[in-house]
T-cell receptor
């Protein structure tokens, strides 16, 4: 079974631009979560989608948004990029049987975003 | 709210030596606990998880962890470290609608 894939793997943008990251979960997984990883803040939860609905949300500004499609693929969008948005963005999928946080998360390799 | 603390930011051990990575959690009920490993340039991979039952949990790559409710701890151990174990290790606690990760412990293995 193929793992979680994320595209693109690397991205360079300038301040003020917007960016869209894509995540394809493991086949059969209906939950997709997004995380931001930085050396200073560690791994921070952005949001979780299940069956095209945002079920859980972290403490990030509205510039960060996401969506999930009927095939469970998910996209994350960041508008008006700031220098502090430079990070590794990780996507994870899970079966999400029962509560989301009870399940093993399967992570993709991440998208490295650099904002200049 | 639940939280996870990994007190050690960086640990260095010699190859062949034993390893213990510490994890303390804060959660009102019985937590779901996880250990993940992240190699450079990769996503996180699950090493092991604890939900209930036997408090000593076996995982992949020769790792094990022990849940101690009285100490709110879930420490990760390995009897003999290999050079390929050099990576960053994350402890996580999950509940119905939340999952929190610790800040991570970076493991360096000396030859």
């Amino acid at each position: 079974k193929a793992g979680v894939t994320q595209t693109p793997r690397y991205l360079i943008k300038t301040r003020g631009q917007q960016v869209t990251l894509s995540c394809s979960p493991i086949s059969g997984h209906r939950s997709v979560s997004w995380y931001q990883q930085t050396p200073g803040q560690g791994l921070q939860f952005l949001f979780e989608y299940f069956s095209e609905t945002q079920r859980n949300k972290g403490n990030f500004p509205g510039r960060f948004s996401g969506r999930q499609f009927s095939n469970s693929r998910s996209e994350m969008n960041v508008s008006t990029l700031e220098l502090g948005d430079s990070a590794l963005y990780l996507c994870a999928s899970s079966m999400a049987t029962g509560g989301w946080g009870y399940n093993e998360q399967f992570f993709g390799p991440g998208t490295r975003l650099t904002v200049l | 709210a639940q939280s996870v603390t990994q007190p050690d930011i960086h640990i260095t051990v010699s190859e062949g030596a034993s390893l213990e990575l510490r994890c303390n959690y804060s959660y009102g009920a019985t937590p779901y606990l996880f250990w993940y490993v992240q190699s450079p340039g990769q996503g996180l991979q699950l090493l092991l998880k604890y939900f209930s039952g036997d408090t000593l949990v076996q995982g992949i790559k020769g790792f094990e962890a022990e849940f101690k409710r009285s100490q709110s701890s879930f420490n990760l151990r390995k009897p003999s470290v290999h050079w390929s174990d050099a990576a960053e290790y994350f402890c996580a606690v999950g509940s119905n609608n939340d999952m929190r990760f610790g800040a991570g412990t970076r493991l360096t293995v000396k030859p």
